[in-house]
């Protein structure tokens, strides 16, 4: 029996979830959506013959939706995760789980005092084949205990409307993320330097940012945000252990030797990149709902990642090193 899924958001990134669930991925189908943007939400509907609702709160309450998929406007993701969890309903939201540390607390509250886990934050990354790859080898001990991680994060070009703030709370998430989950350990500082801004940053856009982190055992993180690098979207991570290093490796590709060049095609945008990740993502999502449980990062993930967001941001603002304190994980989360 398949999955009956709501979807709450129809832009870019809510669009491409509509059409996995559909062609891609198995045991699931969409069954409602909504958007602000009524005209490309109708479409959509009538496109995938689902039901159009106003409202995002419509869709959580639906008889006919047995899980949602938040992929709305980062603001109205808090609202939209509780609304689930008061109906009783597994959701898949997109980073960020909220845009406060204070909305995550509230989030993981309500599901505390629910008894039951429903949450699942849409870090990608941890599906991803490569990343996978290092997270074995970095447990198998085959270079000694982790030192130092070299991280690169770039876009080609920023998103609309794309701000200073954004670069860490919408891009390096992704690695804050990722990066705690590959070493199974917390935050202890940041710290963040500006660089020589690009001439091709608009709109007063900060641009590079340079992220460093601290963690608990001493493990040193540099993590480069460049959103305007202009040649592609280049994700980087370099793992330095005591006895050796490990690379994520870059993702399948031709290689090419013509015209005196060997050469291979860098991905110009995240979706291409992440595709198979975003694939194994919603499988395991839909097949974990099945069995009744959340089968990736929660809502503590989430609220860990916001707290070390806003630490970031806090210690780009003030210029100083910040300490980050992170609560004491609830049982409920499993550690």
Do not use: K, P, Q, W
């Given at each position: 029996m398949n999955l009956r899924i709501g979807v709450i958001g129809t832009g870019?990134?809510?669009e491409d979830h509509i059409r996995r669930i559909t062609n891609v991925i198995t045991g699931a189908r969409?069954?409602?959506?909504?958007d602000l943007n009524v005209n490309r939400a109708k479409n959509l509907a009538k496109k995938y013959d689902v039901k159009f609702y106003v409202t995002g709160e419509e869709v959580i309450e639906a008889a006919e939706v047995d899980a949602v998929v938040i992929a709305s406007w980062d603001p109205t993701h808090a609202q939209y995760v509780a609304a689930s969890i008061k109906a009783g309903k597994f959701v898949l939201c997109e980073k960020p789980l909220a845009t406060s540390k204070e909305d995550c607390k509230r989030i993981v509250e309500a599901e505390?005092?629910?008894g039951k886990q429903l949450v699942q934050v849409g870090f990608m990354r941890r599906f991803d084949s490569g990343y996978r790859q290092l997270k074995a080898?970095?447990?198998?001990?085959?270079i000694g205990n982790p030192l130092m991680l070299h991280c690169v994060?770039?876009?080609p070009t920023p998103g609309p409307k794309h701000t200073t703030e954004m670069s860490i709370k919408n891009s390096v998430i992704h690695?804050?993320?990722v990066l705690r989950w590959l070493l199974g350990e917390d935050f202890k500082t940041a710290q963040v330097l500006l660089p020589k801004s690009s001439s091709l940053a608009e709109n007063g856009l900060r641009d590079p940012q340079i992220v460093l982190l601290e963690t608990q055992s001493g493990v040193r993180i540099d993590i480069e945000s460049f959103v305007s690098c202009q040649y592609g979207y280049d994700v980087q991570c370099e793992v330095v252990g005591e006895t050796g290093t490990i690379r994520l490796p870059d993702p399948a590709a031709v290689v090419m030797r013509s015209h005196g060049k060997l050469s291979y095609e860098i991905f110009s945008d995240w979706s291409d990149r992440f595709v198979e990740a975003y694939?194994?993502?919603f499988q395991q999502w839909v097949d974990g709902v099945k069995l009744g449980v959340v089968a990736g990062p929660t809502a503590w993930d989430g609220y860990a990642a916001c707290i070390t967001a806003d630490a970031c941001t806090e210690a780009r603002e003030k210029g100083t090193i910040v300490p980050i304190t992170m609560p004491q994980c609830s049982a409920?989360?499993?550690?």
């Open positions: 870019a990134i809510g969409v069954v409602a959506l909504s505390l005092a629910g080898c970095i447990e198998s001990g085959e994060h770039r876009n690695e804050i993320d694939n194994i993502e409920f989360y499993g550690r």
